[in-house]
């Protein structure tokens, strides 16, 4: 077990995990131990006090300077699933706005897609934030922040938590928003480069979306077979059946979220007020959108929001082959996922989503015939 980073750790760390010329979803394969991702993400709050975020911002935010932080609140909406360690800040020009603080020394390179993808998002019409300012990590005492517009409204995950008889309304309506947001076309799949997201544009790192869909595919099964979760006979199987796949010929990438999930919605309890954390976007099929959000809920769940998804969108098709594929691949990336940062976070929450995982798998496996 790793018990400090060194600076030879750090910048390492900061070489691999901005590279994502090999990734297929960033947190399950950045090239880094769960241990490390433990010792920055675990406790991501802990490298910051108010008096310290407030001297380093305003040394290099010209545009308006920072007056006070509420409290750090770490079961808040802002901070479910974040990587970063978010605030609600006031200023002197008498806005609202958030921080998003990158752990100490360590480099956030895409911010600055994040940026230009809620951008594009808001000038298409969704909810997203505008941007007032971006700072890169330079040194190991220094730290990546990102100021951002403050959206209205709460979490929808805590929303639907305290009124569950309003979920089939807005899974309909996230399933509208997403179909939305897939009428924005971009460059390129997979991940998007961010010195050209910083001059407004997307352009993604792969040629073709199986190059894209491949990224990280082999790390992945190998996770899972060390795990015994799946066999080396199978492992063949699986890598063939991505590597030779028809159905993996998009030519009209799109912006795609990737973690379009009820903890990155915030709702007003009638509308969807705001859609963050862009940190796992990518240029793909709208399909891989769909299949990604797949993962995260109930077969029931999915139904309402293809009713919602289909009702301002044309259905594909193959889409029905095309989605159990691509959620295939999800599922392998997520397991990976869960089982590294089962290492370094050992709950009871982790293990039931692997459990659940590895559920998800067996189905794949069947309809795809991998025995």
Not at 139 to 147: E, Q, V
Request: aromatic share 10%; charged share 25%; hydrophobic share 35%.
């Amino acid at each position: 077990m790793v018990k400090k980073l060194t600076r030879r750790d750090r910048e390492r760390i900061n070489a691999v995990i901005t590279d994502r010329s090999n990734v297929f979803y960033w947190q399950t394969d950045r090239q880094i131990t769960p241990e490390e991702a433990g010792l920055i993400w675990s406790d991501r709050h802990k490298y910051f006090t108010d008096n310290n975020i407030i001297h380093i911002v305003n040394r290099y935010w010209k545009d308006d300077q920072l007056v006070s932080l509420d409290p750090l609140d770490t079961e808040s909406s802002l901070n479910l699933g974040n990587v970063n360690s978010v605030r609600v800040a006031h200023t002197k020009k008498k806005q609202d706005v958030i921080l998003r603080l990158h752990p100490k020394g360590i480099k956030n390179g895409y911010f600055f897609v994040e940026a230009c993808a809620a951008s594009r998002s808001q000038e298409n019409g969704l909810p997203s934030y505008r941007t007032f300012f971006i700072h890169t990590c330079n040194h190991d005492n220094d730290f990546a922040f990102h100021i951002c517009e403050k959206l209205p409204g709460i979490a929808m995950k805590k929303w639907l938590e305290a009124h569950p008889d309003n979920e089939e309304h807005f899974v309909r309506e996230v399933g509208i928003m997403m179909a939305n947001l897939h009428k924005i076309p971009v460059s390129g799949f997979g991940p998007f480069i961010n010195d050209r997201a910083e001059k407004n544009t997307l352009q993604g790192i792969h040629k073709t979306e199986r190059d894209a869909i491949l990224a990280g595919l082999d790390f992945n099964v190998n996770v899972l077979i060390k795990e015994r979760i799946f066999h080396e006979g199978q492992m063949s199987k699986i890598c063939k059946l991505f590597r030779q796949s028809p159905l993996l010929n998009c030519s009209k990438p799109v912006l795609v979220h990737n973690d379009f999930a009820d903890w990155n919605l915030l709702t007003d309890g009638k509308r969807i007020t705001g859609i963050c954390d862009w940190d796992e976007c990518v240029g793909g099929d709208a399909i891989a959108d769909i299949a990604c959000w797949s993962t995260f809920f109930s077969p029931e769940r999915l139904s309402t929001f293809l009713d919602g998804y289909f009702s301002t969108a044309s259905k594909s098709h193959d889409f029905n082959e095309k989605f159990e594929l691509l959620r295939f691949r999800y599922t392998i990336s997520k397991m990976t996922l869960r089982i590294r940062r089962y290492l370094w976070e050992p709950s009871e929450t982790i293990r039931e989503k692997i459990e659940i995982g590895k559920k998800h798998l067996a189905l794949s496996l069947k309809y795809f015939n991998i025995n």
